[in-house]
């Protein structure tokens, strides 16, 4: 009884992963990208902490976090969602931008967008 294969015929599986065989053309590994990422995120909301002179309880109180989370991504061990990370930009009033920008130093304060008005009397 024939199923449809002849001998020697693919079975329409996937082969099995070889790590040999990867793709010269992208040749950084996307989790080496990822876990690098995630590093750089953790690295910056540390220095802001810092900055701030703030425990990582105390950020993690101020963004509605725990301070477990908020070790692991000092850390690098997670990257944080953009909500998370609109939280910790929000406790700590930096930009976004500065949670991916690479190892800048300092971190620049927010930019106040209210306007100031004229006191009268």
């Not at 053309?25 to 080496?32: A, E, I, K």
Request: positive net charge.
């Amino acid at each position: 009884m024939s199923y449809g294969l002849d001998v020697g015929q693919e079975s329409g599986r996937r082969p099995k992963f070889d790590p040999d065989q990867r793709d010269v053309r992208g040749s950084s590994d996307p989790q080496d990208e990822h876990r690098s990422f995630n590093v750089t995120v953790g690295e910056a909301i540390r220095r802001s902490r810092q900055e701030h002179g703030w425990t990582q309880a105390f950020l993690a109180e101020q963004a509605g976090l725990s301070p477990n989370y908020i070790a692991r991504l000092e850390r690098g061990e997670l990257g944080p969602s953009l909500f998370v990370a609109n939280r910790i930009c929000g406790a700590l009033a930096i930009d976004l931008e500065v949670l991916v920008t690479p190892g800048t130093g300092t971190v620049p304060a927010r930019k106040t967008t209210t306007k100031r008005r004229a006191l009268t009397g």
